[in-house]
């Protein structure tokens, strides 16, 4: 069977050669196990973190020779493990190979009644990121004012809804027209594109009073538009700086951002795996919103197998996708 593994730690830009493909002897099924095929792979920007020599120490590094994982939903295909049946569908963080075999401990199974791959994305990981940066700590209210970057895109585009829910006034950008359409055609008014020369006027033409709330995913010259946007005593959720993951400083903050202090905004980044406890009553919350169809989901899915990854992957940081980017087995 092949395997994706990372062939060399990138230092800028991610290309096709930093991946290579493996050929490897396949696991059978064993006593006490699961035998795994992961049908859809999710692809992530934070996969570009993991190949960082530094930094990011919530999550264990890729090397040169590391066999490449994330976030999968698996079709049994064997279970030796009381509870599982073979057909039923598995998620969670898995190797990016053909065949894995699998203890059980960290999966869960995609129940009846809700579409199985919603589990890769409004009742994954990128929904739960977007559930807990806006509803847990942004704390969204008809009062606010509330803007969010790279909003066609996975976490953005939950998190942009659960602001509009909460009765906030919401401003969403994106960088490309297809994207802004969707978004208009989701019901945004305001819809902004964070990769124009002219971002920061925009904003505040389209804000004048000014935001009260930052949901920032891009970083770079759209977070400063943003700092130089914000009302004193606003708050800034720092949930991810895209932009300049390929950067030799990737998380260099804006040379703004001493205005935060000026207006006493609150800053507040997050990583969701600090966050884990929270994951029940996400779904709690998060389900009904699904099985309802009042959340507006959209999957970005690349064919291909495992040799599409590097590609699906690199493809984030020119934004390509529209939706949550998956690649199928
Ligand atoms: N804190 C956490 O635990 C956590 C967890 C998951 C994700 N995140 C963060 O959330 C953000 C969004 O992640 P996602 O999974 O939902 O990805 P995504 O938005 O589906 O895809 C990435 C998008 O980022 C934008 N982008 C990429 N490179 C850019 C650049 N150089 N300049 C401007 N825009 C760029 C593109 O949108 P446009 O085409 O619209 O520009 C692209 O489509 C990322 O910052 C990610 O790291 C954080």
Request: with cysteine.
């Amino acid at each position: 069977m092949q395997r994706l593994v990372l062939a060399k730690r990138p230092t800028r830009q991610l290309t096709q050669e930093h991946f290579r493909l493996e050929e490897v002897a396949p696991p059978g099924p064993q006593d006490g196990a699961l035998l795994l095929y992961p049908r859809f792979m999710s692809v992530d920007p934070y996969m570009r973190t993991r190949m960082q020599p530094e930094g990011y120490g919530y999550i264990s590094h890729w090397m040169s020779g590391s066999v490449l994982s994330g976030y999968a939903l698996a079709e049994v295909m064997d279970s030796r493990l009381p509870g599982w049946s073979r057909g039923d569908w598995a998620v969670g963080h898995l190797p990016m190979q053909e065949w894995v075999a699998h203890d059980g401990h960290g999966l869960r199974r995609a129940p009846a009644g809700t579409p199985p791959l919603a589990w890769l994305h409004p009742l994954g990981m990128t929904g739960f990121t977007a559930w807990l940066g806006m509803q847990l700590l942004g704390k969204p209210s008809p009062a606010d004012c509330v803007l969010v970057g790279a909003a066609a895109g996975a976490v953005g585009s939950i998190a942009a809804q659960l602001a509009r829910k909460a009765g906030a006034r919401v401003i969403v950008t994106a960088g490309r027209e297809d994207k802004r359409a969707w978004l208009r055609s989701i019901g945004f008014d305001h819809v902004l594109d964070h990769r124009a020369a002219d971002f920061s006027e925009q904003l505040r033409h389209t804000t004048p009073e000014g935001l009260t709330l930052d949901f920032e995913t891009i970083g770079g010259s759209a977070f400063a538009a943003a700092i130089d946007a914000m009302r004193s005593g606003g708050r800034v959720v720092v949930c991810g700086l895209v932009s300049q993951y390929q950067q030799e400083a990737p998380r260099r903050a804006p040379h703004n951002m001493a205005r935060l202090g000026e207006r006493g905004v609150a800053v507040i980044p997050f990583v969701a795996p600090h966050f884990e406890r929270h994951f029940e009553t996400f779904l709690d919350e998060m389900s009904p919103l699904v099985t309802s169809g009042r959340l507006h989901w959209r999957l970005d899915t690349m064919q291909g197998g495992l040799e599409a990854i590097p590609g699906a992957l690199i493809g984030l940081f020119d934004g390509d996708n529209l939706g949550k980017r998956i690649v199928a087995l």
